[in-house]
């Protein structure tokens, strides 16, 4: 049987901000067909979180000074899988928070988000929290941009990145990349089916 070389990869560098989509053949338990935004890429590594795989928990019933809004958890990826991190678009109103990209911050005081929360809980759409991260050592990334394991997306609209409603985000941000991207997103998920 012949293997088939397909070479979908963009020609985008990854940046802070950038969003990773996984190659439709990735076999992995963590990244196939994956989406993972990245909140810090340099010559130190890349961290960011994947934004379409969830898990079944409710932050109000782990933590109960946590608002009850029926906030979505994901599943950010393998490291620090006992941690909880958010990112949103609240900005300074989250003390401390870092920016990542215009209207895209990173962490910050999680007493303030809950006040937030408390006192307007239709800001829960801003704000997606995350257990566990995933994270690239130094030059780690690149290697795996070199073997057409990701194609990189420098333009996706934030509220993709927030939107925890979305039913298969990796189709949808790469059919909103087109042309070739849009056929890849058809690839059924077991290329045998076909």
């Known amino acids: 049987m012949k293997k088939l070389n397909f070479s979908f990869a963009n020609n985008e560098k990854p940046v802070k901000g950038s969003v990773l ?5 990735l076999n992995d338990p963590y990244f196939g067909r994956s989406v ?4 810090e890429h340099n010559q ?11 898990l079944d928990i409710d932050l109000h019933k782990i933590d109960s000074n946590f ?3 029926n906030a979505r958890i994901g599943f950010g990826g393998p ?28 962490g ?48 996706i609209d934030k509220s993709l990145i927030l939107d925890t409603d979305m039913k298969d985000l990796w189709k949808t941000a790469l059919e909103k990349q087109k042309g070739k991207f849009k056929m890849i997103s058809k690839f059924p998920n077991n290329p045998s089916d076909n």
């Open 108 to 155: 910050g005081d999680f007493d303030d988000v809950c006040r937030i929360l408390e006192n307007n809980p239709s800001l829960n759409d801003q704000i997606r929290f995350f257990i566990g991260y995933s994270g690239w050592d130094e030059n780690q990334l690149d290697e795996e941009l070199n073997e057409k394991t990701w194609i990189t997306v420098n333009n």
């Open 21 to 25: 989509i996984s190659d439709p053949f």
């Open 79 to 106: 490291v620090s899988k006992d941690s909880l991190f958010f990112i949103h678009s609240l900005g300074e109103d989250v003390k401390n928070s870092l920016k990542i990209q215009d209207g895209l911050y990173y």
């Open 44 to 54: 130190d590594g890349t961290f960011g979180f994947v934004l379409n795989n969830y």
């Open 36 to 39: 993972v935004v990245l909140c």
């Open 67 to 69: 608002p009850n809004i």
